[in-house]
């Protein structure tokens, strides 16, 4: 772990997380958002990923959203890096209280995390439309459960995943189970968000706590609010704990 952050670590038990994109890109999770990420939605299905993943855009071009949203917001192969166990680790020695995400991969809790909070959902929760049945991926990706790409219950609904498109609100109990864990916090540390994607970005403003902390590949708006910023160094090594 980075010395200047392992100090401020040491001296606390009350540690809350928030994490973005950058937190899962080094699992070989691409970033949507990103320069290749838009060009290679545009290019292919001829929208930007915010629009195909607006909820508009799943009641009226279902199939197209089952398309991108499978090939692009799915990664089975993906394993937690050095920056999900080092989270998992610390809430296991009682210094780490939650981790609030904007990631919907579920890395946090494979890594062991328990007290997570996913802003925008996650891929492996997925309910019908009609009957109110849960499922989980491996369902959901297996095409003989699927018409076109479009998963469906044995009941006839549609299946929808259980993550916060465009123009849904968050959950509400999710923003307040976060928010209740940032105003407590003595320590926030802010990893691979840029912080620009409102309103979960917000969410740092709830901070009262004695240190902020910011690790991002590029600096932030929030930059000048922090006691200790890093830049430019993978969130995994920043945080890896030695075994």
Excluded at 74 to 83: C, G, L, R, S, V
Excluded at 172 to 197: E, F, K, Y
């Amino acid at each position: 772990m980075d010395e200047r952050l392992k100090k401020i670590v040491d001296e606390t038990d009350n540690i809350v997380f928030f994490g973005g994109a950058g937190v899962s890109t080094e699992s070989n999770v691409p970033d949507f958002r990103s320069k290749d990420g838009l060009y290679n939605a545009q290019e292919k299905y001829g929208y930007r990923p915010e629009t195909m993943l607006s909820h508009s855009f799943y009641e009226k071009h279902t199939k197209t959203f089952f398309e991108y949203y499978k090939e692009n917001l799915i990664h089975t192969e993906a394993k937690p890096n050095d920056a999900h166990k080092a989270l998992a680790k610390l809430e296991k020695m009682g210094k780490m209280k939650a981790v609030v995400t904007q990631n919907i991969d579920g890395l946090h809790q494979a890594a062991g995390s328990k007290n997570v909070f996913e802003l925008h959902g996650t891929v492996h929760k997925n309910h019908c439309t009609k009957c109110g049945k849960f499922f989980d991926l491996d369902y959901i990706m297996n095409e003989d459960n699927c018409k076109s790409s479009i998963p469906y219950c044995p009941c006839g609904g549609i299946i929808k995943p259980d993550v916060v498109l465009y123009e849904e609100a968050l959950d509400d109990l999710t923003v307040n189970g976060a928010v209740q864990a940032i105003r407590n916090a003595d320590v926030m540390i802010v990893g691979g968000s840029s912080l620009v994607v409102y309103p979960a970005a917000g969410l740092i403003n709830y901070f009262k706590g004695s240190h902020l902390v910011l690790i991002n590949r590029s600096p932030t708006p929030y930059d000048s609010m922090a006691d200790l910023v890093i830049n430019n160094t993978p969130i995994g090594q920043v945080l890896k704990l030695d075994d």
